[in-house]
């Protein structure tokens, strides 16, 4: 497609369970970047991939959390034993290298109740 | 952490221009600036870069200070929906992630 598509828009969840969230780059884009944003706050860097590089994990909150990303296609961001601080706005980019300026995707809203 | 200081919020009339101040004081001589917005409930967009020449694209233009301690983000001609928060943010060409602060809180009134 043209853009970042994450899925899904929306995830209700209930406490202690696991959410798996997807996002699709566009084609071509070798950097990969997931970022939270909780409600009414800045975004929050997560986890960045690059490539066939080893992930920056610096950003990610907790062992709860990790994320995948098969060659420079699909990501995947696991939230295992969901918290209700969890909630937020997941919101992944991609960018056609570091130089370049990131396209983000339109984020999933995670609900931990 | 944020490198940048922008004022918290900022009101313009529609159809003039919006000069979005950014200071970046502890920049260094290999780190680029950038300007991304986010309108509400969307996910940040980019707007433009720039390293010390300044540029212009379809949507703003950059002035960046000779001493490069400082910035303006131009909208030429803001309109309703250029409401939204902009974020400057500084960064290294080849740096990993880009840190956002909490940049500012643009209302364009008609």
């Known amino acids: 497609g043209a853009g970042v598509s994450q899925s899904p828009s929306n995830k209700v969840t209930e406490k202690g369970k696991d959410v798996e969230l997807r996002c699709d780059p566009i084609?071509?884009?070798?950097?990969l970047y997931w970022y939270r944003q909780r409600l009414g706050q800045g975004l929050e860097f997560l986890i960045y991939?690059?490539?066939?590089?080893?992930?920056?994990k610096s950003g990610l909150p907790s062992d709860r959390f990790s994320a995948e990303r098969t060659g420079e296609s699909v990501s995947t961001l696991t939230i295992q034993r969901t918290q209700q601080e969890d909630s937020a706005v997941y919101l992944c980019?991609?960018?056609?290298?570091?130089?370049?300026?990131?396209?983000f995707g339109s984020g999933t809203r995670l609900t931990v109740v | 952490d944020a490198k940048t200081t922008q004022p918290p919020s900022m009101d313009c009339a529609e159809g003039r221009a919006a000069n979005l101040p950014c200071n970046h004081s502890?920049?260094?001589?290999?780190?680029?600036v950038y300007w991304y917005r986010q309108i509400h409930s969307q996910g940040p967009q980019y707007i433009i870069h720039?390293?010390?020449n300044n540029e212009t694209n379809e949507m703003a233009s950059l002035i960046i200070t000779e001493d490069r301690k400082s910035s303006t983000l131009i909208l030429p001609h803001a309109t309703l929906r250029d409401t939204a928060v902009y974020y400057c943010?500084?960064?290294?060409?080849?740096?990993?992630?880009?840190?956002f602060g909490g940049g500012t809180r643009v209302l364009v009134k008609p």
């Open positions: 084609s071509g884009h070798t950097a």
């Open positions: 943010i500084v960064r290294e060409a080849a740096g990993n992630k880009l840190t």
């Open positions: 980019a991609s960018s056609q290298d570091s130089y370049y300026g990131y396209t």
């Open positions: 720039g390293l010390k």
């Open positions: 991939f690059q490539g066939n590089s080893a992930p920056d």
């Open positions: 502890t920049i260094s001589g290999n780190e680029y």
